[in-house]
């Protein structure tokens, strides 16, 4: 099975796409098909072999054959038309912007690409926080308690310490714990760079943490390991991006098998049929003996590789149950009704 990876995008996490894009070639025995969407938007073929974050940083990657999108995939120009770019299945590597929150995908779809990872409406609940919890409530999930502020609001109602959180962004970029009153309004304005929404929920010490990855197949789900995540207060920037480029496993935590079937349950309920195509890494805390969810990572770091025993077996067998749309006949029959009664 050969495998299209797309990576990059425009967004403030473009470099952990490349991070994330470079680590999967230390992981698939499968043949990989690399696309690179550059900061214009334009897609680049990279050649496996030249694969490295120098390439992308320089901009060496412009000798590469640059690619057109269309119905039916991407095209090289070649000196007699053009040769559609081979591969069974695309996976959808660009995390933050145009990756999560819904272009890319509205954009495979449309031209109907088979592809890995979160459709529209996935993509939209998702990419937002407010979304997410908003959805998780509608579906009786549990979540940590929060406020949203909009850009040039500066009081909270939330006790302290509080964590501020950029309402449409991940990686952890713009986020800052503010234990008092004195440190807000510099975390804000931290924030307020990077979007004009935020979020703020209180900040819970010590709070247990446990990471579970995912996906449905035939109807059948598959979990990884349940992950609990060996951090400080959180997981900052830099943390994050040695997160992302995780090629080897990670341990399994050491919890009561109610709690992991309890996670499970939840991450169920959460992916339900609106995540069909993807695999997703659910992020819940436990508080007092309750699950809440924290996050969904819609596209986890290096899809969450670190957390599976056979990462490619689940990567194959998901593409093999990819949602099709289903078929709207265009007919016609109403403007050729109105034409007949008036005798056209």
Not at 102 to 116: N, R
Not at 137 to 147: F, K, L, N, Q
Not at 186 to 194: G, P, Q
Not at 205 to 233: R, T, W
């Amino acid at each position: 099975m050969k495998f299209a990876i797309l990576f990059g995008g425009v967004s403030y996490e473009h470099e952990i796409s490349i991070v994330s894009a470079i680590s999967l070639k230390k992981v698939l025995k499968s043949e990989i098909v690399y696309i690179f969407c550059d900061k214009d938007r334009d897609f680049y073929l990279i050649n496996s072999k030249d694969i490295k974050s120098k390439l992308f940083s320089s901009g060496e990657y412009k000798k590469s054959p640059k690619l057109t999108l269309k119905r039916g995939g991407f095209f090289q120009k070649g000196l007699v038309g053009e040769k559609r770019v081979e591969f069974d299945t695309l996976i959808n590597l660009v995390h933050g912007a145009d990756g999560e929150d819904g272009k890319l995908a509205a954009v495979l779809s449309f031209f109907g690409i088979d592809y890995i990872g979160p459709r529209v409406d996935a993509s939209v609940l998702s990419f937002n926080k407010l979304y997410t919890k908003l959805y998780a409530s509608s579906i009786g999930i549990d979540t940590v308690d929060y406020e949203v502020l909009q850009k040039g609001a500066y009081k909270i109602t939330t006790p302290y310490p509080v964590i501020i959180k950029p309402l449409r962004l991940g990686s952890s970029i713009g986020v800052s714990i503010v234990r008092d009153e004195s440190e807000l309004e510099y975390a804000l304005d931290v924030a307020y760079e990077f979007d004009d929404e935020v979020l703020v929920e209180p900040f819970i010490e010590g709070v247990k943490e446990y990471n579970l990855a995912g996906c449905k197949v035939d109807g059948e789900f598959i979990f990884s390991i349940v992950e609990e995540p060996q951090k400080g207060d959180f997981l900052d920037f830099d943390k994050k991006y040695l997160d992302f480029s995780r090629d080897s496993r990670v341990q399994k935590a050491q919890i009561d098998p109610f709690l992991e079937e309890n996670l499970k349950k939840e991450f169920k309920k959460i992916y339900g049929t609106l995540f069909e195509g993807a695999l997703i890494r659910c992020d819940f805390f436990v508080v007092d003996n309750e699950i809440k969810l924290n996050e969904i990572n819609p596209i986890p770091g290096s899809m969450a590789n670190y957390l599976f025993e056979d990462f490619e077996g689940v990567i194959q067998n998901l593409s093999k149950s990819l949602p099709k749309e289903k078929p709207i006949p265009i007919e016609y029959r109403y403007i050729n009704s109105i034409q007949k009664a008036k005798g056209k």
